[in-house]
């Protein structure tokens, strides 16, 4: 799979993951748990979008990893300054998330280059 599609995908499906935690870890969110799973996922979409982009630009596991790091704490802190509050439990998962992204997609991601092997 294309390295832009599988952190698109991966990103949509951690983001999910990640937004709909927060039902069980911090209950006075549960009311609102829609537009944080919907937030997350759009979230992880764009995490996944600029670290495939970067893995499969640059094919360096490092920089794949720094990209999803940096832009899943970037954004992460971002929903956190709009929330006011939340910090550490919005930004920790939101760094971990481009870390894996920036993982698997330069690891498991196609490699347009060269041609696959079967």
Not at 28 to 36: A, D, N, Q, S, T
Not at 51 to 76: D, I, Q
């Amino acid at each position: 799979m294309n390295k832009i599609v599988l952190g698109l995908l991966l990103g949509a499906i951690l983001g999910a993951l990640d937004g709909s935690s927060a039902f069980f870890h911090t209950p006075e969110v549960r009311p609102e748990i829609l537009g944080i799973v919907i937030g997350s996922t759009f979230k992880g979409l764009l995490v996944g979008l600029l670290t495939g982009f970067v893995a499969r630009v640059t094919g360096s596991m490092p920089l794949s990893l720094l990209t999803g790091l940096l832009s899943g704490g970037f954004l992460a802190w971002v929903v956190a300054y709009m929330q006011g509050q939340y910090y550490l439990e919005i930004m920790l998962p939101g760094a971990i998330l481009g870390l894996l992204v920036g993982y698997v997609a330069q690891k498991y991601g196609a490699d347009p280059r060269r041609p696959a092997t079967t």
